[in-house]
């Protein structure tokens, strides 16, 4: 496949880690204004580092649109005249919806939007995916690299701002998580490497065997929770305080805070 990812930022570099590591291209173009900072990366091979983008269209046939949200138009049209079938457009942007993608580069395009999360540098992001009707065609293509690259879910568009908050912000909720049982693990006794490996693989761990289990999280929680042993006491002391309640709470903030700022 010949990527290219325009808007080599933040999420985009984590994109090109990924396929990097994966070998899943057979030429790779980043992009973006100033192309001096990530000059190091055309040190991989089939790798090119431009700030044109019309270059990197020309030369690519799947496109990663990967630029902020204020961007995206001005890149659009600055390439539209470039596309043809050959070309698939995929756009991480954020609450860009995949109609107004249609009003600038018209709907005979294929559009499919994604919204990975940073895990996606590692392999592990879990994705999710829409497109416009005439994107429905070329879906699985973005379905095939977007697994390479972790775990990915076709759904229906007006779902993507919840999926946003669950996945891509998710990651950010999940490391704060993993902070916190750190910071506790410290007061423990543990020294700070020691203690966020242990917070680490134990949450690595409680969400790999969910996905290899299947089961519920309750009948995993019933396993562990001796009664009148130590584990229930901490689950329901953080209860009282409001556990469950505060990450719903702020997943609902999050939501509706996508919403203000990105159309629905
Ligand atoms: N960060 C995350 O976890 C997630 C982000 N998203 C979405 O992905 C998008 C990118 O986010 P993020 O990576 O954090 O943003 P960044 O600001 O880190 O990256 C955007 C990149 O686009 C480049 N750029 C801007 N204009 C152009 C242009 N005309 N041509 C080429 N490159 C350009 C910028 O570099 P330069 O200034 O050198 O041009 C910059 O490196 C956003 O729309 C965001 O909503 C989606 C899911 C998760
Ligand atoms: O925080 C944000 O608004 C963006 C969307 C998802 C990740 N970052």
Redesign the pocket.
């Known amino acids: 496949m010949k990527i290219a990812i325009?808007?080599?930022?933040?999420?985009?570099l984590s994109i090109a880690k990924g396929l990097i590591v994966n070998n899943a291209f057979t030429t790779l173009y980043l992009?973006?204004?100033?192309?001096e900072?990530i000059k190091n990366y055309e040190k991989y091979p089939k790798v090119h580092v431009t700030?044109d983008?019309k270059e990197a269209v020309d030369q690519s046939d799947i496109l990663i649109f990967?630029?902020?949200?204020t961007?995206?138009e001005?890149?659009l049209e600055?390439i539209k005249d470039l596309l043809t079938e050959k070309h698939v457009i995929i756009s991480?942007?954020?609450?860009?919806k995949t109609g107004r993608i249609e009003s600038i580069v018209g709907e005979e395009q294929f559009i499919v939007r994604a919204?990975?999360?940073?895990a996606i540098a590692v392999g592990k992001s879990m994705t999710c995916l829409c497109s416009n009707e005439k994107g429905q065609k070329r879906v699985a293509i973005a379905s095939a690299i977007f697994n390479r690259l972790g775990t990915s879910m076709v759904i229906p568009e007006n779902k993507m701002q919840a999926a946003?908050v669950i996945c891509?912000s998710g990651?950010a909720f999940w490391m704060r998580l993993i902070r916190a049982t750190t910071q506790s693990a410290v007061q423990l006794g543990f020294d700070a490497k020691d203690a966020q490996e242990l917070s680490m693989q134990t949450c690595l761990g409680a969400a790999s065997l969910l996905i290899e289990s299947g089961k519920h999280p309750e009948e995993e929680i019933d396993k562990v929770t001796t009664p009148m042993g130590c584990t229930i006491e901490g689950l329901n002391e953080m209860e009282h305080h409001g556990l469950s309640s505060s990450l719903i709470r702020g997943m609902q903030a999050s939501f509706k805070k996508i919403n203000n700022i990105t159309e629905k």
């Open positions: 325009l808007g080599a930022g933040n999420l985009g992009t973006k204004r100033k192309p900072d700030e983008n990967a630029v902020q949200p961007q995206l001005g890149i600055e991480t942007v954020t609450g860009f919204m990975p999360n940073t946003t891509a990651i």
